[in-house]
């Protein structure tokens, strides 16, 4: 067997698929942020929470009513994007005429309520949410093998991702978000429901967290924190990518993900802050983002 | 003023008809009072020196200033308290003085991003007919365009709504001689086709060349108003009115 810099082949396609599966997460997680951020101007601090939310959505639609894996991919979103529309018709409309700092503190207080709901519901121990059994297994590459569920969390990611993508940059509807993010006030004077379009798109912002939230049941534990480990890391991808650029939020979550696969291959040591370390160095070089727009 | 209003106070009830309108930027109170009215098939400007109220004055019957207060009656019926959406889907067109060419869309999706509000809109290929030159520039960015080209989109994506009464803040400004008079045909185009202008403009050369009458906007008040007919015979006291 060839080693590369002595690293066994096994180790290191081992840790680039890890990479490349939290990529996927990092990658729906800061598009939905980078979408909210576009339209809305607010920084949504409970995105993790309303990750961890679609995980427990999807066990208690298991456990409660008995309904699997593929329906829950459907309803979960739906559900708990349903449940950021009421918090924006409810709530952060509330905020729009006041510093954006409001609206930040507002999620981030929701996203610690939340969190401790469910906390004191479900305690912090994590539940078990088994892989569908259609994508249990593995395949054997030759080089390594692949676990099925594994692969199939990175399609899906980027299968999403890049809809999302087209959706918001090559369709008229999309057109009508980008125009209302640059100028709400002509857009709405020429006869477009902007505050209706705003609350839509928190919506689907939250359904994408709820999607990533999913995916997420069968690998990880069920567990009330699991969105608030996630989200720091997030937050990073989503400066170095750029606030509100769509592609920069994929394509940094993805290679983000790869380069902390990576470094733990290595460097294990640094692979904790190799993503901190990016995130500072972007910061100094280019202020906006790998690709934001300076205006 | 009253005497020249009355005296071409049509049989039917003007198209719009903006009655003792205030307006606010915040705390300041910039509109006192704006009385004009527009009958359909005009094209009708409103002059005046800068900061005299002509652009808040368009804003107020859009809606887009916040703070508004009087009447505006448009096809008869009132508007001064719906939003700019309900506004525009009335039958309001709005050309904004910045033009508003979105930068992250191209010509283009600029061109087609205001929705249809009636029947009897111009079609693509009209617009794009009328506007020969950015039928080249389709694929490119909004805001890639020169300024010239940029008021002509922001015109012609207006026209496709169907919307028959256009608010134009400055159309000309800033643009070389023969865009202004392109500018120019292109309105008396519309005209011709049945649409209703009100004009904000500076440039009164230009105003007169297609306009049926001129209002006059000092301190947030409609101060006078003159035909375009009698407007050589009243140059001297427009002159003093604009201060040129």
């Not at chain 2, 009655?19 to 527009?38: A, N």
């Not at chain 2, 809109?121 to 389709?138: I, T």
């Not at chain 2, 392109?182 to 209703?196: A, D, N, P, V, Y």
């Not at chain 2, 006059?216 to 101060?223: D, F, H, L, N, P």
Request: glycine share 12%; proline share 4%.
């Amino acid at each position: 067997m060839f080693e590369l810099l002595g690293i066994p082949p096994q180790a290191l396609f081992g840790q680039l698929l890890l990479g490349l599966i939290n990529g996927s997460f990092y990658a729906l997680l800061s598009l939905g942020l980078a979408v909210i951020f576009g339209l809305l101007n607010i920084i949504n601090f409970s995105h993790g929470a309303q990750y961890m939310m679609g995980a427990f959505v999807a066990w208690m639609l298991m456990t409660y009513a008995g309904i699997n894996y593929w329906w829950a991919l459907l309803l979960v979103p739906i559900i708990v994007g349903a449940s950021g529309v009421v918090i924006e018709r409810l709530m952060i409309s509330r905020l729009y005429h006041l510093d954006h700092l409001y609206g930040l503190l507002l999620t981030f207080g929701l996203a610690l309520i939340i969190q401790g709901l469910f906390r004191n519901r479900f305690g912090v121990s994590g539940l078990p949410y088994a892989i569908p059994a259609e994508l249990t297994g593995a395949q054997n590459l030759g080089f390594m093998f692949l676990p099925n569920y594994r692969g199939w969390v990175v399609v899906a990611s980027v299968v999403v991702c890049f809809g999302t993508w087209f959706a918001i940059e090559r369709t008229r509807l999309g057109a009508c978000l980008r125009a209302a993010t640059e100028n709400p006030t002509l857009v709405g004077a020429f006869g477009i429901n902007v505050p209706r379009m705003i609350t839509l798109t928190y919506g689907f912002g939250v359904g994408l967290a709820a999607f990533a939230g999913v995916l997420a049941a069968p690998i990880y534990s069920v567990n009330p924190n699991m969105g608030a480990d996630l989200i720091i890391v997030v937050f990073a991808v989503v400066v170095i990518g750029g606030m509100g650029s769509i592609l920069g939020a994929i394509v940094t979550g993805f290679g983000l993900g790869i380069v902390e696969g990576l470094t733990k291959v290595f460097y294990p040591e640094g692979s904790a802050v190799v993503i901190f370390v990016i995130m500072a160095l972007v910061l100094l070089v280019k202020p906006a983002g790998l690709f934001g727009r300076t205006a | 003023m009253s005497e020249a209003m009355a005296m071409t106070e049509p049989a039917t009830a003007p198209f719009l008809s903006v009655r003792d309108l205030e307006g606010w930027y915040d705390e300041s109170h910039v509109l006192h009072g704006v009385d004009f009215d527009v009958n359909a098939g005009e094209v009708v400007t409103l002059l005046g020196r800068n900061g005299a109220g002509k652009t808040t004055t368009l804003r107020a019957i859009m809606g887009t200033l916040a703070k508004r207060r009087g009447s505006v009656r448009f096809n008869g019926r009132e508007l001064i308290d719906l939003p700019p959406r309900a506004i525009a889907r009335a039958g309001i067109a709005f050309c904004p003085e910045e033009r508003g060419i979105f930068s992250s869309l191209s010509v283009e999706e600029n061109l087609m991003l205001p929705p249809t509000v009636s029947q009897g809109g111009l079609s693509r290929e009209d617009v794009l007919a009328m506007f020969p030159n950015l039928k080249e520039r389709l694929s490119s960015q909004g805001t890639k365009l020169s300024g010239g080209e940029q008021q002509m989109l922001a015109i012609a994506r207006i026209l496709r709504t169907g919307a028959k009464f256009l608010l134009l803040d400055e159309p000309t400004e800033g643009l070389a001689p023969v865009i202004v008079q392109q500018i120019g045909r292109t309105l008396s185009e519309l005209k011709s086709r049945g649409f209703t202008i009100v004009l904000v403009e500076q440039n009164f050369r230009f105003a007169a060349s297609i306009a049926d009458r001129h209002y006059v906007v000092e301190q947030g008040r409609v101060i006078d108003m003159i035909p375009n007919e009698e407007l050589e015979a009243n140059i001297g006291k427009l002159h003093a009115y604009l201060g040129v």
